[in-house]
């Protein structure tokens, strides 16, 4: 199988790189968005569907027999052989003229994530990783951050409306309190990325789909840092919490989200 995770790891770069060039065209023309809302704060816009259909068609031409789950389209939830895609993460900031957004794809086999890739396209940044093996960005080797301190620790709180409201501001409270300065970006993909870069100590989400977050956590991990069981609480069934982390600083945010 290492010879299919090689190829399937040159074909996710290859098709983010694909899907991030029609996410450029349609940011570039706005009223070709098409914005629409699946829910309070819950943007959708005909993009999304564009790149998920280019996306999943790419797959199915090249692995015929994987399964696909994408967030718009749904799809199959056999980790034997699973590409989870999210065509563009951070809709809210796409569908706004915010220029902070991505593709995200991710690759089960046997029920591990195996690969990941998030582009973002305006950034010409592709970050890539194979379970094991690497996890680069633009081929640079990607590492987490050694910082131990919280009163020095830079953290995204991801936000979701499937848990209380009351959740995520004693979250937020219990951050400050603690010294740790906060930000929320609004791509949780992203978020996660910046993580495995060093860009971020710690990302935490008390609610995440498996489509935004499960490329970079194979990213995180292979960069030196520490992650929840994300699949073992559901992640690919419902969605679950998710903390990406530095090893040091891994128990004193999971203790700030409450986790």
Known sequence: MTDELAKR????????R??????????????????????PQDYLTVADGAVEKLVMGLIREAFPKDEVLGEETGGSKD???????????????????????CISIAYMHEGEAEIGAIYDPMRD??????????????????????????KRAQIELGWSTRR????YT?????????????RRAGSGALGIAYVADGRADGYVELHI??????????????????????????????GAP???ANPALYEPIRKLAGL
Not at 9 to 16: F, N, Q, R, S, W
Not at 128 to 150: E, I, Q, S, Y
Not at 170 to 182: C, H, Y
Request: with cysteine; proline share 2%; charged share 20%.
């Open 9 to 16: 790891t040159l074909a996710a770069a290859a098709i983010a």
């Open 18 to 39: 694909a899907a991030g060039e029609l996410q450029r065209k349609f940011f570039a023309d706005r009223a070709s968005i098409g914005m629409t809302f699946k829910g």
């Open 79 to 101: 980790t034997r052989a699973l590409w989870v895609i999210d065509p563009i993460d951070g809709t809210a900031n796409f569908a706004n003229g915010i220029a902070h957004f």
């Open 125 to 150: 940044e592709m970050f890539l990783a194979r379970r094991g093996k690497f996890a680069t960005c633009n081929g640079r080797p990607m590492k987490v951050t050694a910082v131990d301190d919280l």
């Open 164 to 167: 209380p409201v009351e959740a």
């Open 170 to 182: 004693g979250m937020i409270e219990r951050t400050v309190k603690a010294g740790a300065s906060f």
């Open 209 to 238: 789909n498996s489509w935004d977050c499960l490329a970079g956590i194979v990213m995180t991990r292979e960069a030196g840092g520490r992650v929840n069981d994300f699949l073992g609480e559901g992640g690919i069934e419902k």
């Open 242 to 244: 998710v903390l990406c």
